[in-house]
Every structure is written in structure tokens, then in C-alpha cells.
């Protein structure tokens, strides 16, 4: 079975461009989720929609990052314009149950380096 | 904010030794749950503990949830090289529905 699909898996661009991070979920979960990983702050979560609604993005940095999620089976995270400090590994991960006790799948993640 | 503090951040062991991590809060919640995470790739889950005292063993990996579920320890017996990687614990709260509240991780390294 086909897990989280993340693209692209590196991404290297400059201060300035924008940038667009690409999640497929598993087929079936109504759950995505969008975190990101530094050495600094560890995994943060940015954004989760439940059946393609947005129900909390509280984490979202400020007004440079946006999320959609036009259908099940695919969201995107995009930054615009980038900046140094967002260089970090971006996770998507999807869930079958709106609850907490329900298993987190991640993929394996969009390394992101903005010079 | 829930904040989550592992310990020790860092642990470096030979194989065969125990060790434990450990994760601990100032806040209830209402289930935890604990991450493996290699280096190239996403977490995935080991285990979700939601009662109060609750132990769960997993082959050599034995799982705690304190009673006062600020809490929770992982225990493994006779690491091995395979055990090397970073050990995240989670936390949901009563009342934050899906949001998951991660902590920084454990990096454990095993040597052969």
C-alpha cells in the first residue's frame, strides 16, 4: 500500500522565490496535517484539515505561508517569498480518525534549504 | 501550550545495555504516543497509551504512562544497533481534538 507521497524531497532555492510543497494522503484518511522540523523547535505543527476543511493553522508562521486542500486526496503548502529561516524538513502526515488516538502516517518529508 | 521536555536529548550506548527516556509535562493529556523517527524519514508510531498507569510492552521496548498522565517513560531492554534513532513522545490534550503536541526527541545511538 502506497503511504504519504511528499514532493519534491529536497528543494534548495533563494531568499526571495516561492516555493510549493506537494502531499498526497492515504487514500481513505480524512486527516492531513502539515508540520515542520527543525534542530531548533523540533516538529511543529503548521496546519490540519479534517475532509479538506482547515480546522486549525494557528501554527502557520505568519501570512507568507498559505495551505489548501482542493480534494482528499492532495494539499499543498506554499511560501511566498521564502526566507533562510524557513529552511527546515517539512512533513505532511495523514490519519484515518479525527482524534488524537489515532495513528499519525507521515511521509518522508520536503528537506527545504532557502539561501 | 502543552510543552512536552524529553530527556536526556542526547544518548549514546553500547548494545546489549537498558536504558530508559523520558518524557515529561506540567499539563494533563489525555493520551501520549510515541515515535521512531530515522534519519531520511518520517516518524512512525510505536504506541498510544491512554489510561493513567497504563504499561505497554512492545518486544524489548516497555511503554509507561504515569498515573497523573503528565508523564511517560520508555524503556528499552538489550538495545541493538537497529534501536538507533530519535524517540519522539506526543501529546493530546482534553480539549485540542487532533492537535498532536510533540516533544523535541530523544537521538539514541547504539553501537555494535
Known amino acids: 500500500d502506497a503511504g504519504v507521497i511528499q514532493s519534491p524531497r529536497h528543494e534548495v532555492t533563494e531568499m526571495g522565490q516561492e516555493v510549493t510543497l506537494r502531499c498526497k494522503p492515504i487514500s481513505g484518511h480524512n486527516s492531513l496535517f502539515w508540520y515542520r522540523q527543525t534542530m531548533m523547535r523540533g516538529l511543529e505543527l503548521l496546519i490540519y484539515f479534517n475532509n479538506n476543511v482547515p480546522i486549525d493553522d494557528s501554527g502557520m508562521p505568519e501570512d507568507r505561508f498559505s495551505a489548501k486542500m482542493p480534494n482528499a486526496s492532495f494539499s499543498t503548502l506554499k511560501i511566498q517569498p521564502s526566507e533562510p529561516r524557513d529552511s527546515a524538513v517539512y512533513f505532511c502526515?495523514?490519519?484515518?480518525?479525527?482524534?488524537?488516538?489515532?495513528?499519525?502516517?507521515f511521509g518522508e518529508g520536503s528537506r527545504l534549504t532557502v539561501l | 501550550t502543552q510543552l512536552l521536555e524529553q530527556s536526556p536529548q542526547f544518548l549514546s550506548i553500547q548494545e546489549g545495555e537498558n536504558l530508559t527516556v523520558y518524557c515529561n509535562s506540567s499539563s494533563v493529556f489525555s493520551s501520549l504516543q510515541w515515535y521512531r523517527q530515522e534519519p531520511g524519514e518520517g516518524p512512525v508510531l510505536l504506541v498510544t497509551?491512554?489510561?493513567?498507569?497504563e504499561v505497554k510492552k512492545l518486544k524489548r521496548l516497555t511503554f509507561q504512562f504515569g498515573d497523573a498522565r503528565k508523564d511517560s517513560s520508555l524503556h528499552i531492554t538489550a538495545a541493538q544497533p537497529g534501536d538507533t534513532g530519535l524517540y519522539l513522545c506526543?501529546?493530546?490534550?482534553?480539549?485540542?481534538?487532533?492537535?498532536?503536541?510533540f516533544g523535541e526527541g530523544t537521538q539514541l545511538t547504539v553501537n555494535p
Open positions: 502526515a495523514s490519519s484515518l480518525a479525527f482524534t488524537a488516538i489515532g495513528e499519525l502516517f
Open positions: 506526543a501529546g493530546a490534550g482534553w480539549t485540542s481534538g487532533s492537535r498532536l503536541t
Open positions: 497509551v491512554v489510561t493513567g498507569g
